[in-house]
């Protein structure tokens, strides 16, 4: 198993090198300008152009601009970002924790709830709450988040007034607040755009469980387990469960990139202060020390997700480790 | 150390951090050396047309309680005039060719020519730093020391803690020697979603919104909220649709059909203005007379923007050969449509919606538009190339009408289009050098009236910022320059 784990992860380094290595040409190779931004309010002169190209590196060659990145890289340094003048790991490891926070309260929502209400739905298949619990996942599937925000903001946060519109924690709380005020401050905030994420999320989750479980269900193994007396929650949930994960198990992988990127518009909407309004708006700069730093904290979470799927895979099923 | 986008943000939490010398007053006038609100200088002198002494209030102080000196202004304007370490500024401050003190009140400021706008120069484009605190640091240090974090300033508002990507939180400076703010704690917080902006404030989570931008129901949901005041202030935004007077295929070869001046006019005189601005900016926006956003001092006194005349614009099309000869709509010479295209960014709402009507508007005249709409570093990169034939800009100026000259000028660095006319450099040249008895102004509409006779642009917008505050607060004023700067003399009734 250590053999195993270790060439895993040495593959997984690999692709990352790689993954960063296309990522930093093709980001040159799109057009457009990094200093565009800069001329967005005021249009720079040719000289003005000329000396900011030179503080950030972008007069040096491709190959050159490359080693410096690897040798930073190297060192824990990304650079320095050209939209906010700031040291790039210092930027994004302020929005992380924000990230963290939506994207972890998000998936700990989706692989609980959505797990737990995919199973019901299979075992209580074609039944009345399997129905309606369909139709209210596949609504909640075609509902756009960004839309959903929007609603959930005007209604719960300006008209009933119930929850914060906007914004990570209240400014006007004291300095001196205890952790616990603080705490209670946050998860106001985070109700609103981690219900707007959970409810696309966990739709998509409860129809892998659902499907994933229905296939369990007849299996020979199954009716043995009934056959042997056990109870009817054990043969579900023991049995059953544990051989209907492995569809999902994928989707958590594949999840996990998507929850730091994938909440653009709903930061947007919530004011909420992480990574993936950092990256939008790097993008549209062409920020390339910014667009670099994302991707590579994306790239990793990527590996890191395909990782922990094989490893999901090989803990849960051992032919997949012999082979 | 200076970033290459001096986001208005940084620049309006500087404005309560620090202290200019002197700031326009409030008709922005930047000519001349009257009208000037004084701040850190008491008062000022002119010794000589190239040559304006200034004396310093003897009652400021830094926030640290060491008193404001000449050589604070002297070491502020020795890093500001290092290219290193502040390429904008080096360019703004061109014409500052010497910063000395005479004691430790009084900076003498020497010039590089005679010009009208030498005490904006001298105190607009930049605030003095404390030199005690940062002459021993090195330049490239500055952005990542302690000062950065801690900064100690002159200005009525000390900082208190900067909560990155959510807000920055200011106190009063009590100690502030023009008074201390009414207000002791202010927030500024932090939402680039116009959306969210506007909900803290709807939900009672800010006090104050800037800058509501269209559509015209995000102030409508705003004016529903009776504890709220809208407040419209003058803006330095000016959006034109801008004519290549070269061949975006081959730019050393006349645009084939934008070269001729009776085309750019037909455009022109083809678009209803007035009503366009009115369908996307409702009353909060006026049709601009020459390139001049209504920041700019020397709109007063300038003539009305043309009005629609369709009749006269399909006129213009005609005399230079375009006749629709095969009654498909479009005009057409010698075979080919009269088709231009139009480069705008996705970005910009407003652009979208005005190129849409622009484009049925002029169809009306037989001017046929497609619509090229670009992610915005890919619009940027089109239009400083020159490849478009009409590019749908959208800039914001400064107070000072000097920076006409960079887009309007035959050597204009920021002159994408190769609008070129020595006439009209001649006129911004006098207008620039000369400080004349009269109107300052007249110099200026003389340029103005220039640029609009030879259409290089259809200037079609200059908005209002629409802000939004509470009504409980006194003694609300928002400067167009630098909307926050009169906080200190706002108070709160409750």
């Known amino acids: 198993m250590r053999g195993w784990l270790l060439g895993r992860a040495l593959q997984a380094v690999a692709v990352l090198a790689i993954a960063l290595t296309l990522l930093f040409f093709l980001m040159r190779a799109a057009p ?50 050209i939209e906010y003048a700031r040291p790039v790991t210092a930027l994004l490891a302020e929005r992380l924790p924000a990230t963290l926070l939506l994207g972890g309260s998000v998936l700990i929502l989706n692989f609980t709830v959505g797990l737990w209400l995919g199973v019901r739905q299979a075992v209580r298949r074609n039944q009345r709450e399997d129905r309606w619990l369909t139709a209210v996942s596949l609504l909640g599937y075609a509902t756009p988040s960004f839309w959903l925000g929007l609603v959930l903001a005007w209604l719960v946060g300006i008209k009933l007034r119930l929850l914060p519109a906007a914004g990570m924690e209240d400014p006007l709380l004291s300095i001196d607040a205890g952790f616990g ?33 229905l296939e369990v269900l007849n299996l020979p193994f199954m009716m043995t387990a009934r056959a042997k007396g056990l109870p009817e929650r054990e043969v579900i949930w023991r049995h059953g469960w544990r051989n209907a994960l492995f569809p999902v198990i994928t989707l958590f992988g594949l999840w996990l990139p998507i929850l730091v990127t994938g909440s653009v518009f709903v930061e947007a909407v919530f004011a909420w202060p992480g990574l993936g309004s950092l990256a939008a708006t790097a993008v549209w700069g062409r920020d390339y020390p910014v667009l670099m730093g994302a991707s590579l904290l994306v790239a990793g979470l990527v590996v890191l997700g395909g990782f922990l799927t094989d490893v999901a895979y090989a803990l849960l099923d051992p032919r997949v480790r012999l082979a | 150390m200076e970033g290459p986008a001096g986001t208005l943000g940084n620049l309006e939490l500087a404005d309560q951090l620090f202290l200019r010398l002197a700031s326009p007053g409030p008709t922005l006038q930047t000519s001349g050396d009257r009208g000037f609100v004084p701040l850190l200088a008491r008062s000022w002198t002119r010794r000589d047309s190239v040559t304006l002494a200034f004396d310093l209030d003897p009652r400021a102080r830094w926030q640290d309680g060491v008193p404001v000196t000449a050589r604070d202004v ?8 290092n290219p290193a370490i502040a390429p904008r500024l080096v360019g703004l401050l061109r014409n500052v060719s010497s910063v000395t003190a005479e004691g430790d009140r009084r900076v003498v400021f020497r010039f590089a020519r005679s010009y009208a706008e030498q005490l904006y120069d001298a105190t607009f484009h930049t605030a003095p730093l404390p030199a005690h605190l940062l002459d021993t640091m090195p330049p490239e240090a500055v952005a990542h020391s302690d000062f950065v974090a801690h900064p100690v300033g002159s200005g009525p508002y000390k900082l208190v803690r900067i909560v990155s990507g959510q807000f920055v939180e200011l106190a009063a400076n009590e100690s502030f020697f ?11 917080r932090v939402a680039p979603d116009p959306d969210a902006r506007i909900n803290l404030v709807l939900s009672g989570q800010a006090d104050a919104v800037d800058n509501v931008i269209p559509p015209l129901d995000n102030i409508q949901r705003i004016q529903s909220d009776t504890s709220l005041r809208v407040i419209p202030v003058s803006s330095p935004t000016i959006g034109f649709l801008l004519f290549n007077q070269k061949d975006p295929r081959h730019q050393d070869q006349p645009h084939p059909i934008l070269s001729d001046i009776r085309v750019r006019r037909a455009i022109t005189l083809g678009l209803d203005r007035q009503l366009l601005v009115h369908a996307v900016f409702g009353s909060y926006a006026q049709v601009p007379y020459g390139p001049v956003s209504s920041i700019l001092w020397i709109r007063n006194g300038a003539p009305k923007p043309t009005r629609q005349n369709v009749e006269e614009a399909k006129r213009l099309l005609s005399a230079a050969g ?3 000869t095969d009654g498909d709509g479009v005009r057409d010479r010698e075979g080919r449509p009269l088709m231009l295209n139009l480069s705008l960014p996705t970005t910009s709402a407003v652009r979208r919606k005005l190129a849409a009507l ?23 990169e089109r239009r400083t190339a020159g490849k478009f034939d009409i590019d749908f800009a959208g800039t914001v100026q400064d107070p000072s009408p000097t920076g006409l000259t960079q887009a309007w000028s035959c050597s204009g660095g920021t002159n994408v289009a190769k609008y070129c006319n020595p006439r009209t450099d001649s006129l911004l040249d006098v207008a620039i050098n000369t400080r004349p008895k009269g109107d300052p102004a007249q ?3 003389a340029a103005l ?46």
């Open chain 1, 32 to 81: 457009g300008d990094p200093l565009s931004r800069a001329s967005e309010v005021r249009p720079l002169t040719p000289i003005e152009l000329a000396a900011l190209r030179a503080r950030y590196g972008l007069d040096q060659p491709l190959g050159t601009q490359y080693v410096s990145f690897i040798s930073g890289l190297v060192k824990g340094d990304l650079g320095v970002s």
């Open chain 1, 181 to 213: 005020v603080r705490a209670g401050d946050v998860l106001l905030h985070l109700i609103l755009p981690a219900l707007t994420l959970s409810i696309v999320s966990i739709a998509a989750t409860m129809r892998y469980q659902r499907t994933a479980m």
């Open chain 2, 74 to 81: 002297v070491f502020t304007f020795e890093r500001a005039k």
């Open chain 2, 178 to 188: 023009l008074g201390k703010p009414k207000i002791e704690r202010v927030i500024m």
């Open chain 2, 322 to 324: 375009w006749q629709d």
């Open chain 2, 358 to 380: 622009i484009q049925e508007q002029l169809r009306q005249i037989g001017v046929g538009l497609e619509l090229q709409q670009m992610e915005f570093p890919l619009w940027i």
């Open chain 2, 443 to 445: 110099p200026w509409i």
């Open chain 2, 449 to 494: 009236r220039q640029i609009e006779a030879d259409a290089p642009a259809t200037f079609l917008y200059t908005p209002f910022y629409v802000y939004a505050v509470r009504r409980r607060f006194r003694n609300v004023s928002i400067m167009p320059a630098s909307s926050w700067l009169m906080l200190r003399e706002w108070s709160d009734s409750r």
